[in-house]
């Protein structure tokens, strides 16, 4: 119960003048004169059944003693847990905790600000705002109106970083030349602790009157990534305060905006953190992009995965030593050093072949068989990574003959450092290469070689040299052949020829090598001088925001530090491939503010509350019953009467169950709802399971583009059936026809109808391009004849190249597929409907096998002529008719801008 106060305490006086209430009310008027009428000496004999009192009865007068004192009450007003009024007259310096850990309760520190602002606009004083985030360039220290200090809290956003106190403490030197002590200070913290917060506090305290703001009880959560297993991710929910049960729930989503996996969690009383799994396998894994606390608003909350860190499929094929000890083994130091980073397959050569790995690994394989060399081949030509290791069994077979698959030419044997037959000692690494893989890589001095396989000298040998020993002799020799890479490593596996497979350097060069496959997940590793580009900053709230102007280019090796100002968390690189940096590190601070002798405050106090309404509601019915009671004791109202309107009173007050409407409309279906709020392409489903997965594949990797190249940012595909599903939220329709395809029914075939009608870009594709020799010549054909026999289309004619669908976003010269021999047909005459643009397009060019592309970003079909170049016209092509279906006219206008022009000139 918080202090009772009064806005006009001068009016309890009239307290006192209860007792003469009293003596008024208790009076009674003069008796009245007697005089002898006769003619009433019969009426004086009659017995009265009631009488009336001359004096009031007690228990009326205390009622009405007790109405009096409850309105000279209410006017006094009185409030309960009214603020103490400030007293002070000098300067006033908030400092604000302006960090990712108040992003969660933002909210509360603006109201606070917000309060303070107005204190000091009341009693007209100085402002100084202090915010303790880091910035690239401070501004200096100024006073501002309290006006001025409400207006940058409406303004202020929480920053991504954590909170730089010791920053913070020795800007206080700003305000030496307007005050040095005897301030109102008020420090609205973020409830974490850490370095510099004590000695904030210090200087603070030096100059004024601290008071800390803090809500230990409001809850704070940091999510921290754990080391993932095989099909798994594991992460750590923590939090500050654990004094009673909490639950959550964390998500992972994929680049294109997909939910990969979603798990609950729940924190019992005392439990300050929880380690959390996402069941996700390594296809899925590798495409993740984002993980969060659902409902937690805060970068401390959000992991961003890094293209680094994503897993590869390893092969290790197996060898003679398979049944070794695994200290002998070499795939033992493999796995060790890439464990963390990949998952493993050990299988014979043949059928990691026919596995989905992105990298084969031969430990001192010799020689291979003609079919295995040719498949292997043929894999690293696709965009595979082959790494061999040297041995005793490589160099006897290249006592033979040269053995296949090997980057540059061997000598036979082997030769050792310090033997007893040598006078070489063992030898040290060299500087790497600038063009090699491993440039940048730092070079240990406590490795040693003492034996190696050598190469043939020669300039290939020279040009493939990708690591080197002191004395210039191959250490790693590379080479690419195709999409692919094949590399080989002149010593073993194991630390029997060297210390390598021991250092942290080995780990570093296997990485580099595996970022290099086509086949697995993509990795940005361009060199440690390169710089990338802001793709999607993190901002403090834990929302993903378009870089500005400010955003500076990282490299590798910045991106390896913490946030900043000038290292701003988020995405950075390639859309496909981004380099990640999070908020928070993994040796940030996460423990409770504790400031020894510090007076540390709630921000959220017991709200004033006024006491005026209730007494005068109670004064209010008092004076109902009073008027009741008067009535009734002077004979004018009967008692039953008067029950039978106190209990209708009674009904009328009494609280009734809200009473609703019901709508008019049916309940709208959760998936139109969500197709409603998120931008999606859709597909009508045909049945045909391939035809099906191949539409949603090429769909997908289109959104993908899209979300790449383009303003547009939209999520999944959806899968359609007219038959059911609203057409009317989705903008861009593709209709794959099957072989044998029925007509649909008429039920949805309207509503095909009014998707074109009202704005919709209906895309039909008998993908039969490569096949069709005229109209109906294949059973895709034919089964299109049939279903715009049902439908109601305008006239059509075919696409030239100044159409608007061949001008909207790239200048093409015609809607390019997977195969381009048949004219596309559009609507010919859309000025009078649809915006202007054309509703519909019909065409053969299988656009989605052209577009359509696995989890890995493989392309799924090849394309009927052209290859890679092909292909990203095809990309262009669909780029420019999404665009066609989201923008309608304004497109149209710029195409026709000469036009325009033009007449206006005339």
């Known amino acids: 119960m918080g202090a009772l106060s009064f806005t006009s305490p001068f009016l309890l006086l009239a307290l006192f003048t209860l007792p003469l209430i009293w003596l008024l009310l208790r009076a009674t008027p003069p008796s009245p004169k007697r005089e002898n009428f006769p003619a009433f000496i019969i009426l004086r004999q009659l017995k009265t059944a009631e009488e009336t009192p001359d004096r009031t009865p007690w228990w009326l007068l205390l009622m009405r003693l007790l109405l009096a004192a409850l309105i000279i009450l209410a006017l006094a007003g009185p409030v309960l847990n009214a603020p103490t009024p400030n007293a002070q007259t000098g300067p006033m310096l908030v400092v604000v905790d302006n960090s990712w850990a108040a992003a969660q309760h933002w909210r509360t520190r603006q109201d606070a600000l917000r309060e303070a602002a107005a204190e000091a606009a009341q009693a007209d004083r100085q402002v100084f705002i202090l915010t303790t985030a880091p910035e690239e360039t401070p501004a200096r220290l100024e006073p501002m109106s309290g006006e001025a200090a409400s207006a940058f809290a409406d303004t202020m956003t929480p920053a991504p970083f954590a909170a730089d106190r010791a920053g913070a403490a020795e800007r206080l030197s700003d305000l030496d030349r307007y005050f040095t002590a005897g301030a109102e200070i008020r420090w609205l913290s973020d409830g974490l602790g850490g370095d510099g917060a004590a000695a904030l506090a210090n200087a603070l305290s030096e100059r004024g009157d601290l008071a800390i703001f803090n809500d230990p009880r409001a809850p704070k959560y940091r999510l921290q990534p754990l080391p993932a297993s095989e099909n798994a991710l594991a992460y750590r929910v923590g939090r500050l305060d654990a004094s009673a049960e909490a639950e959550g729930a964390i998500s992972a989503t994929a680049r294109d905006g997909r939910e990969l996996a979603r798990s609950d969690f729940e924190f019992a009383a005392g439990e300050t953190s929880r380690d959390v799994t996402l069941n996700v396998p390594l296809a899925l894994a590798n495409e993740l992009s984002i993980t969060r606390i659902e409902g937690v608003s805060s970068a401390g909350a959000v992991r961003l995965a890094d293209a680094r860190d994503r897993r590869a499929l390893i092969g290790l094929a197996r060898n003679l030593e398979s049944n070794r000890d695994d200290l002998l083994k070499g795939d033992h130091y493999i796995r060790e050093a890439l464990a963390p980073y990949a998952s493993f397959l050990e299988d014979d050569l043949s059928r990691l072949l026919e596995a989905d790995v992105s990298v084969i690994v031969l430990d001192d394989i010799g020689r291979l068989r003609p079919q295995e060399s040719e498949a292997l081949s043929a894999w690293v030509e696709r965009g595979g990574v082959l790494i061999r290791f040297a041995g005793p069994v490589l160099a006897e077979a290249a006592q033979d003959r040269e053995p296949d698959l090997i980057p540059a030419p061997l000598r036979g044997g082997g030769r050792a450092f310090g033997g007893a037959l040598t006078w070489d000692t063992p030898q040290h690494l060299d500087v790497f290469p600038p063009e090699s893989p491993f440039a940048g890589l730092d070079v240990p001095g406590d490795v040693l070689i003492k034996r190696q396989v050598l190469a043939e000298p020669g300039g290939e040998t020279t040009e493939r040299t990708w690591a ?138 017991a709200p004033p509350v006024s006491l005026s309404p209730p007494l005068i509601l109670i004064a209010l019915l008092l004076l109902l019953a009073d008027g009741v009671l008067a009535l009734l004791l002077s004979g004018r109202l009967n008692w039953r009467l008067a029950a039978a309107a106190m209990l209708a009173f009674g009904i009328m007050a009494a609280p009734a169950d809200r009473a609703m409407a019901q709508p008019l409309d049916a309940p709208i279906d959760e998936k139109i709802a969500e197709a409603a709020l998120t931008t999606r392409l859709a597909y009508i489903a045909t049945g045909d399971s391939s035809i099906d997965t191949l539409a949603e594949q090429g769909l997908a990797a289109l959104s993908r583009e899209l979300y790449r190249r383009t303003a547009i940012e939209p999520a999944a595909p959806e899968r359609i059936d007219p038959d059911t599903d609203d057409l009317s939220v989705y903008s861009f329709l593709y209709w794959p026809i099957a072989p044998g395809a029925e007509t649909p029914s008429d039920a949805a075939l309207a509503n095909i109808e009014n998707f074109m009608r009202f704005g919709g870009l209906l895309l039909i594709d008998t993908r039969d391009d490569e096949r069709a020799v005229g109209a109906g010549s294949t059973p895709e054909g034919q089964a299109l004849q049939r279903i715009l026999g049902a439908l109601d289309i305008p006239p059509l004619r075919p696409v030239d190249d100044n159409h608007v669908l061949t001008r909207s976003f790239y200048l093409l010269n015609s809607l390019y597929g997977r195969n381009n021999n048949n004219p596309v047909w559009v609507e010919a005459d859309s000025s009078g409907s649809n915006d202007g643009v054309t509703a519909l397009i019909i065409g053969g060019r299988d656009w989605a096998g052209a577009w359509a592309a696995d989890s890995f970003g493989r392309p799924v079909r090849p394309m009927g002529t052209g290859g890679p170049r092909a292909r990203e016209f095809a990309y262009r092509a669909g780029v420019n008719m999404v665009m066609v279906a989201f923008t309608g006219n304004y497109k149209s206008d710029q195409v026709h801008t000469p036009i325009l022009l033009e007449r206006l000139g005339k």
Not at 491 to 499: E, H, I, M
Not at 535 to 551: I, K, Q
Not at 570 to 595: H, Q, R, T, V
Request: net charge negative; hydrophobic share 45%.
């Open 468 to 605: 080197r020993l002191k004395d210039g002799t191959p250490l790693v020799t590379g080479m690419r052949q195709g999409e692919g890479v094949m590399a080989l490593f002149h010593v073993t596996a194991t630390p029997a020829w060297s210390d390598l497979p021991l250092s942290g350097l080995f780990i570093d060069m296997l990485r580099r090598l595996t970022f290099l496959s086509a086949l697995g997940p993509e990795a940005a590793d361009d060199g440690e001088d390169a710089r990338y580009a802001p793709l999607r900053l993190l901002t403090g709230e834990g929302r993903m925001t378009r870089p500005g102007d400010s955003a500076h280019a990282l490299t590798a090796a910045e991106l390896a530090r913490p946030a900043s100002p000038q290292r701003q968390p988020g995405f950075y690189g390639a859309p496909e491939a981004p380099l990640a940096l999070n908020a928070i590190g993994a040796d940030a601070p996460f423990e409770p503010l504790a400031i020894p002798g510090a007076a540390i405050q709630p921000y959220a106090a």
